[in-house]
């Protein structure tokens, strides 16, 4: 009887243990999460792949409308096909800026993105180039939500020299023709 009386003691022992291990660990892990700040997040990053592109982009809140998709390696492409100009160039850096940060703040396999607008003349279809960008990931560094945030909130505004450069920024005639606000 006594060895009964012992092994059931030896047991919730055991189990007292294993239960405060464990809640231990919880405390020590809320507490560094709490430490670490609303900064990082536990979000892992993004894997773009041919499988999910689709699904990606199509969940994006874009004003213009997706043309083209393309990853090749590390390279994504994306057309973005303007409807008009009376919105103004809100809108479009807007879409700029989010197509940007999926690529290269939320995913971690995309190291450049090239993006172009186009416009589609209604009598002949035919696209034509109004705005490129080539953003990769090594040239902007640690500027890259900076970067990207800049470029979301300039509104209607003329875009700064040091933007366009850095974000690889080329206007056409036809964009400044379109867009004259664009080039004050």
Do not use: C
């Amino acid at each position: 009887m006594k060895w009964k009386i012992a092994a059931i003691l030896a047991v919730s022992a055991l189990f007292v243990v294993i239960l405060s291990a464990r809640l231990l660990e919880q405390t020590e892990n809320t507490q560094l999460r709490m430490a670490a700040g609303q900064g990082i997040t536990e979000e892992p990053a993004l894997q773009v792949t041919d499988v999910n592109l689709v699904d990606l982009l199509s969940a994006l809140p874009l004003h213009a409308r997706i043309v083209r998709a393309d990853l090749r390696g590390t390279t994504l492409t994306v057309d973005l096909k303007v409807r008009s100009s009376a919105s103004g160039t809100g809108p479009v850096y807007e879409d700029m800026a989010e197509l940007g940060s999926l690529a290269l703040l939320r995913s971690h396999n995309i190291n450049q993105l090239r993006l172009r607008l186009v416009a589609e003349d209604a009598w002949t279809g035919r696209q034509h180039l109004l705005l490129a960008s080539e953003m990769d990931r090594s040239d902007l560094s640690g500027d890259t939500g900076q970067l990207l945030e800049g470029l979301k909130t300039a509104g209607n505004a003329p875009l700064g020299e040091n933007l366009k450069a850095r974000l690889r920024i080329v206007e056409t005639a036809l964009w400044k023709k379109a867009y004259p606000q664009s080039d004050i």
